[in-house]
Structure formats: structure tokens, C-alpha cells
């Protein structure tokens, strides 16, 4: 087993619906009725479970279906057929954090192949062949045990910084079901400008009633830092090959396990900016009163500390004292930073004065 400690901090896959056209194999022999009808929408995990045969590997379940889609007009039909495999990183044990890696996918192929559900003779042509739907992404990072009560500030700030239908931010907190965290949007109607993903603390969802045979397979070592470390995962879908194209990725399996982390860091801070920061807009400079060139002036000195715009966002908010001075709050920061974006230039120009006379009052002691 590798280091469980190896994991934390880096993308990885969580999951994912892996497609293959039955032509690539010999012979498929899954039961009939373990069918589903549409080849191209990434539906939610839990729905096709009721139409796929699960089959226990490791310490967990595989889950495999027909997949079956006419097409064409009443005078011309043809068929689409293709086999789907599913599964999640929790046949792999005590490796769990890993995610899923090549090895893993090619072990259960030859598992199903063991099991004469599917025949082949070349595995490298069905892994060349493979396509993937509803891909979730995750990074684990393993934080002091003390980190939740920071985390519960932020769903907070989050939730103030939200800027879509307030139903579509949910905050969770049930030991025996999800665990704690936050989900956006809804993972059956996301879109590309709608995502889905979720913060959430592992360890309590390891734990809960669902999972409760899994966390028993575990080792000791693995869960003493689970016990021990707060792990506090992000993950994100995407949905089908609509979402892939939006971020200029391929949706074939041997390109995904191709891309660098740095990529996958750029569509997982993407989907945050697009929920949790406002598009800017052009305001009108000239009618500015003083008080608005102050705050431009002070907003520009707090990025260039590198303090984020959300945590800027939250000044604002934490000086409201009700909804109507949050809606008004909210407002106001929105405009300031449209000024910001769209008048670069001012911009700079007064952070760099600032910043030079900051200098000498640190030279004078006045700093």
C-alpha cells in the first residue's frame, strides 16, 4: 500500500461511467435486463444503479449494464450498443485516497473477463476504445483536526458569495447519511455554467450508515489519520462530453490520464469563480463621488496583498447588519470591483504609490 499521506493535495479521479463499443469485445454476455436506453446522457449515479448487474471486487462493487440507443427516423433506425462499467476508488481498500489509475480500470476488465461477462483479447484496444461520462474529481487535503469550525465560517461566506438560486446551495450536516459539507447545484441538471461539486469532511462521511462496512475494511493506519487530521475533500463533475469540450479536454480515457494537474486546478478554480464571483460589469467613472474612489483605491491596496476577492466580499458582508444592508452590501462590492477590473491601469498606478510610501514608513518606524 502506498502512503496514504501521498495522496492528499493532488487531483485525482473519484469516479466515473467508462463506455465501451461492444465491438471491441468478442462477446458480451451481460443479462438482458440489466439494459439502459440512452448512450449519452451522464444521469446520476444512483439511477442506473437500479438498471446495472453490481458485482463485488475488491472492497467494494462493480457495476456493469447494456447500454442500447436507437436512432433515426421511422423509414431508417439503426442501433447504438455499447457496454458501461462503473465503479469508485473503494474496491481498492486501504488505497482508497488514491483514486482511480489505469491499473486499476485494467483490473477490472480482466475481472469481468474472469467472470465471462465480457472476452477479449487485447486490453489495450479496449482501453484505447474507452470513453468517459459523469467524471468526478477530487483533491484531499488533510488539515489540523481543529479546522472545522474555520470550515463551517466559510460555507458561511460562501453561502453570502453564492450567486445563483439560493436553492441550488445546500449545507449538509447528517452523521448517518452525506456527512458535513456543501453541494452546488444539482448533479442530474448541471450544466457548464451550472456545475456541480461539493466540499465535504471525509471522515464523517466515511463514517456514516452507508459507508460503515467500507470504513471497517480499513487499516489501523489509515484510520488513525482519518481520526486524527481533519480531510477536507472538493470534488467536481464533469457531466458529459459538453462539459469536456468547455474546457478544451478530451472525454477518452487514455487522454484524461494525460492531463496535468495543473489543468484539472484550473476547471476545479473555474467552476468556483463562475458560482462565487460576480461577472463585472462597465460602470460610468465620470459620476463617481469621493467616497466611491476611496473605496476603489483601498479594495486595489487589499489585492495586492493578495487577499482574494471573496475575502474582500466578506468585509463587506460582515459590516451588514441585516438582509436589506447584505443585498446592498453585496451591491456595492460588486461595483467596486467592475471599476477595478475595467480600469486597470488607475489601478496599478495607485497601488504603486501606496506601496512607495509604505516603504519609507517602514524605514522611519511608522510600520
Not at 458480451?28 to 435486463?33: C, E, L, N, R, Y
Request: contains cysteine; proline residues 2%; positive net charge.
Amino acid at each position: 500500500m502506498t502512503n496514504i499521506n501521498d495522496y492528499f493535495g493532488i487531483y485525482q479521479i473519484d469516479s466515473g461511467k467508462f463506455y465501451f463499443d461492444k465491438d471491441l469485445f468478442t462477446s458480451v454476455s451481460i443479462p438482458d435486463k440489466f439494459i439502459l436506453t440512452d448512450a449519452e446522457s451522464g444521469e446520476i449515479v444512483d439511477e442506473f444503479k437500479k438498471h446495472s448487474l453490481p458485482l463485488s471486487f475488491g472492497t467494494h462493487k462493480v457495476y456493469i449494464s447494456n447500454i442500447v440507443k436507437e436512432l433515426g427516423n421511422h423509414n431508417h433506425r439503426f442501433r447504438i450498443e455499447k457496454v458501461m462499467v462503473y465503479f469508485s476508488p473503494k474496491i481498492r481498500g486501504n488505497n482508497y485516497f488514491g483514486g482511480i489509475d489505469m491499473q486499476t480500470i485494467q483490473e477490472v476488465l480482466f475481472f469481468l473477463k474472469e467472470k465471462q461477462y465480457l472476452s477479449f483479447d487485447n486490453i489495450d484496444k479496449i482501453i484505447e476504445g474507452c470513453f468517459v461520462k459523469d467524471l468526478d474529481i477530487k483533491i484531499d487535503r488533510k488539515l489540523p483536526k481543529d479546522s472545522k469550525e474555520g470550515i463551517e465560517e466559510y460555507y458561511k461566506s460562501l453561502k453570502d458569495r453564492f450567486n445563483g438560486n439560493p436553492d441550488n446551495y445546500r449545507h449538509f450536516q447528517n452523521k448517518n447519511k452525506e456527512g458535513h459539507g456543501i453541494v452546488v447545484n444539482n448533479r442530474n441538471t448541471s450544466t457548464t455554467k451550472k456545475p456541480f461539486f461539493k466540499f465535504y469532511d471525509k471522515n464523517l462521511e466515511l463514517k456514516t450508515t452507508k459507508n460503515k462496512e467500507f470504513y471497517s475494511c480499513l487499516c489501523e493506519e489509515t484510520k488513525d489519520i482519518l481520526n486524527n487530521n481533519f480531510i477536507w475533500r472538493y470534488e467536481y463533475q464533469l457531466k458529459d462530453k459538453r462539459h469536456f469540450d468547455y474546457y478544451g479536454i478530451s472525454n477518452k480515457l487514455v487522454d484524461i490520464f494525460a492531463i496535468p494537474q495543473t489543468k484539472w486546478a484550473y476547471i476545479g478554480k473555474s467552476m468556483l469563480n463562475m458560482v462565487f464571483q460576480r461577472q463585472t460589469r462597465v460602470v460610468d467613472t465620470t459620476k463617481l463621488k469621493i467616497m466611491d474612489r476611496v473605496q476603489i483605491n483601498l479594495i486595489a491596496c487589499l489585492i495586492s496583498k493578495e487577499l482574494s476577492d471573496g475575502a474582500i466580499q466578506t468585509l463587506y458582508m460582515k459590516s451588514a447588519r441585516d438582509k436589506s444592508e447584505k443585498y446592498r452590501a453585496k451591491k456595492m462590492f460588486e461595483k467596486m470591483m467592475s471599476i477595478i477590473h475595467h480600469n486597470d491601469n488607475d489601478v496599478k498606478e495607485a497601488i504603486a504609490i501606496v506601496e512607495r510610501i509604505n516603504k519609507f514608513d517602514k524605514i522611519v518606524g511608522l510600520v
